[in-house]
């Protein structure tokens, strides 16, 4: 063999930023293929894999919570690891990772939320459902929530993230005593006294975006009274609807004709709503909404006709937003890397080599676990027809980074999947302790312990990348 032809077998080294589902099945797509031979690093700010899936999934739909065990697999694979507690952009930068990889994937999904751009909106009892389900999934930079005081909750937006903050709120708290969340969320949500929960979309029930099967759960939770304002109902032609938005609002028609005695809550539907202010000066005391309805275009226009809905809790669920990764290019309106089916391009769209991006930060926030797995399949098929054609001879790969020397030298040890096998275990015996099959560990001072038991130097510092 010349050493020419080792060079040219010598595995390519691609470097995948963000563990959540989009980057582990862009890592199993590469291992699973035998044209070009791999090496595959998984970069995470977070010790713990499973970005979303861990810590947006809601915790009592636990058969979906295990696709963490499938996406755990991928890591069985022999040329795959997890260098967790390195965050992009802080820890380690596009030039360093272009200098250490043949390729990078850029996976980082999509971590803040869409604004309503109404006054009101950072008052103290707005809060945003990315940062409540942050919180109630044991996110370990999440804030604290208190619903001390709470009688009347609000959620704006009618997609699934509206039905999961709904659902956490409404569900007799004894059921969430099954569910992996943390000890002291499960506190808060067993002694709140919400009476009423709104949900408020600003087009009709047959636009909106939730799904069959979550708005079914939603509506049939025991001890809830569901209410739908009458006018939800108006200028829907059923004939128009296709099969899941006619059973939407079939489900919705049925669940307010159901009496529920004594009920312990009672969840209202309140469709052709927007918001216009959130109301209070040191807190939010309500919220005032106006009536809507759509022009010739299908565009929502408001009427000028508003109502005030008490509530002293908003919250924000009408979307996650995309941000910018520092050193790249970013198109601000729809929140992603601008790309090619996958190839990331400057903003004006020239193709930059050896750059890809999959998941949310690709498409924007939208779509469920599933589809990141044909997405993450497209770019990776590009990377290695890419990678195919890319020239290297022996100095080249001599030269690449040596990122664990070049990190270490900065006093940073990544974690291991194996540390994040340690802090699994911790929750297990967690929840033994409070005869629960698991509970999560929130706090980074817990968290850095448990992955520090063989680092050297000690335990991480906020300084080594924990934000
Ligand atoms: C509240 C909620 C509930 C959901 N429930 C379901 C459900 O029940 N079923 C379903 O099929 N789909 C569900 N989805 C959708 C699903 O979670 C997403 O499709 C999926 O998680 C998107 O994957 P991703 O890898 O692109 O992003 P993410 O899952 O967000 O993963 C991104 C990863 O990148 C890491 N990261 C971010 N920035 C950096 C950085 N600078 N450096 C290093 N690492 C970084 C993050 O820590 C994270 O681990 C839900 C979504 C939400 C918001
Ligand atoms: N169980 C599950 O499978 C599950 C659970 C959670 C999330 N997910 C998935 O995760 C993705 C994200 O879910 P999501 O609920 O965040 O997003 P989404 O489905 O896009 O819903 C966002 C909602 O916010 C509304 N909205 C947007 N801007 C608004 C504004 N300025 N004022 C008032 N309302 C506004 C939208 O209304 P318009 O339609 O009028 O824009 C829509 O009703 C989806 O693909 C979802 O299916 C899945």
């Known amino acids: 063999m010349t050493g020419t032809d080792r060079v040219a077998d010598a595995p390519r080294r691609v470097a995948i930023v963000g563990a959540g589902p989009s980057g582990l099945f862009a890592a199993q797509a590469l291992l699973s293929q035998d044209e070009v031979p791999v090496e595959v690093d998984v970069i995470d700010r977070l010790p713990t894999p499973f970005g979303l899936v861990r810590y947006g999934v809601a915790p009592d739909h636990d058969s979906i919570k295990s696709v963490a065990t499938a996406l755990a697999r991928v890591f069985d694979a022999e040329h795959l690891r997890f260098l967790g507690l390195v965050d992009f952009g802080e820890d380690v930068t596009r030039d360093e990772l272009l200098a250490a990889y043949d390729a990078v994937i850029y996976a980082a999904g999509a971590s803040e939320d869409r604004r309503m751009n109404v006054p009101g909106e950072s008052l103290p009892g707005s809060v945003s459902?990315?940062?409540?389900?942050?919180?109630?999934?044991?996110?370990?930079?999440?804030?604290?929530?208190?619903?001390?005081?709470?009688?009347?909750?609000?959620?704006?937006?009618?997609?699934?993230?509206?039905?999961?903050v709904a659902r956490i709120l409404t569900r007799d708290p004894a059921d969430?005593?099954?569910?992996?969340?943390?000890?002291a969320v499960i506190d808060v949500l067993a002694s709140h006294t919400i009476?009423?929960?709104?949900?408020?979309?600003r087009r009709g029930p047959h636009h909106a975006s939730f799904t069959t099967k979550e708005l079914r759960e939603l509506c049939s939770l025991d001890g809830v009274q569901?209410?739908?304002?009458?006018?939800?109902?108006?200028?829907?032609?059923?004939?128009?609807?296709?099969?899941?938005?006619?059973?939407n609002v079939e489900v919705l028609r049925e669940a307010a004709q159901r009496q529920v005695p004594e009920a312990r809550c009672r969840l209202h539907f309140l469709f052709w709503r927007r918001p216009v202010t959130l109301e209070g000066t040191d807190h939010v005391t309500g919220i005032t909404l106006e009536r809507t309805a759509l022009d010739e275009s299908g565009r929502v226009v408001g009427t000028g006709e508003t109502s005030t809905l008490d509530a002293e809790l908003v919250l924000r669920a009408i979307g996650y937003r995309g941000v910018p990764l520092?050193?790249?290019?970013?198109?601000?309106?729809?929140?992603?890397?601008?790309?090619?089916?996958?190839?990331?391009?400057?903003?004006?769209?020239?193709?930059?080599?050896?750059?890809?991006?999959v998941g949310w930060i690709k498409r924007g926030p939208i779509g469920v676990i599933g589809t990141n797995k044909s997405d993450a399949a497209q770019?990776?098929?590009?990377?290695?027809?890419?990678?195919?054609?890319?020239?290297?001879?022996?100095?080249?790969?001599?030269a690449l980074l040596d990122l664990d020397r070049h990190l270490a030298e900065r006093g940073l040890h990544p974690t291991t999947f194996e540390d994040w096998r340690r802090i699994e275990e911790a929750e297990a015996a967690r929840g033994d302790e409070l005869g629960r099959a698991r509970t999560k560990i929130e706090a980074w001072s817990e968290l850095l312990d448990l992955v520090a038991l063989d680092r050297p130097g000690g335990p991480p510092t906020p300084a080594d990348g924990i934000r």
Do not use: C
């Open 176 to 183: 969430l005593e099954r569910t992996d969340m943390p000890q």
């Open 195 to 201: 009476a009423d929960m709104w949900i408020v979309g």
């Open 379 to 398: 770019t990776v098929r590009l990377l290695l027809e890419d990678l195919a054609h890319l020239p290297r001879d022996a100095s080249e790969d001599a």
């Open 226 to 247: 569901v209410r739908v304002a009458a006018d939800a109902f108006e200028h829907i032609d059923e004939a128009d609807l296709d099969r899941r938005t006619r059973t």
């Open 326 to 357: 520092p050193g790249l290019p970013f198109d601000l309106e729809h929140g992603v890397i601008p790309n090619e089916d996958g190839r990331v391009t400057t903003e004006d769209g020239h193709v930059l080599p050896r750059e890809y991006v």
């Open 129 to 164: 459902a990315r940062e409540f389900v942050a919180w109630y999934s044991g996110h370990p930079d999440a804030l604290a929530q208190d619903l001390a005081g709470v009688e009347s909750a609000v959620a704006v937006g009618v997609g699934n993230v509206a039905v999961d």
